[in-house]
């Protein structure tokens, strides 16, 4: 199946059936958000996991009761960096260096721009970029889970201040962003399903400069 069909079937689930999804294919979308690109490659943001079924419940009543989340098989939580700091920006060149067999300080210039561009912002600046590169890994987490046949519905309707308490995230350097609820379609209770996948014609989509 091409990624186009894929994202032909897809669409935001309303209803799931509480069928489970292989851990083999949870981890291939997890791994699609980890190999996605970012801005000077910084992966400023988490995916966590949740299958605790009274931690889905817990998520639920602050997501306005979206039953997908309790019916869901894993609900992924992207969570950014709540800010740019020195230390992890530098962590990551640190790193990378290392796997890459590159001296410390190989790309000493560029890694003291990205510093000195980053902690002149202020921290909810920084958040709102990181957030950004957050939505790229789910974007292309949700085209995975697309293409495996497993149904996703992207979701921003939660309270994102009571997340962050309920998983601790602050005191780890996170916020949340977005919530991705994985499972099965349940096509007896879901309104949306057979209704035709409608869009702005690409005529009105495409500006086409020449």
């Known amino acids: 199946m091409s990624l186009i069909e894929a994202l032909n079937w897809r669409y935001a689930t309303k209803k799931m059936s509480g069928e489970k999804v292989s851990q083999d294919k949870v981890d291939q ?17 988490k995916v966590i996991v949740v299958t605790n079924p009274e ?15 309790t019916d869901s098989s894993h ?9 740019y700091t020195e230390e992890n920006i530098r962590n990551v060149f640190v790193k990378g260096n290392l796997e890459r067999g590159l001296p410390e300080d190989a790309n000493g210039d560029y890694l003291n721009r990205l510093v000195a561009t980053y902690t002149a912002k202020t921290p909810e ?8 590169q ?14 495996l046949k497993v149904d996703a519905t992207p979701m921003e309707g939660f309270d994102p201040a009571q997340l962050d308490e309920l ?3 602050r005191e780890k350097g996170l916020r949340s962003t977005t919530l991705l ?30």
């Open 134 to 147: 957050a939505y790229i890994g789910f974007g292309v987490a949700l085209a995975e889970a697309a293409l």
């Open 181 to 210: 609820p994985l499972g099965y379609r349940a096509e007896s209770g879901d309104w949306l399903v057979n209704l035709k996948k409608v869009r702005t014609p690409m005529a009105d989509f495409v500006i086409e400069m020449k």
């Open 125 to 132: 600046e920084n958040f709102h970029h990181a957030a950004k």
């Open 55 to 69: 931690l889905k419940e817990k998520i639920k009543a602050i997501a306005f009761g979206q039953e997908q989340i």
């Open 167 to 169: 998983l601790g995230l």
């Open 29 to 45: 979308i997890v791994k699609a958000a980890h190999l996605a690109p970012t801005s000077s490659g910084l992966q400023p943001f």
């Open 75 to 83: 609900v992924l939580i992207f969570a950014a960096w709540e800010n």
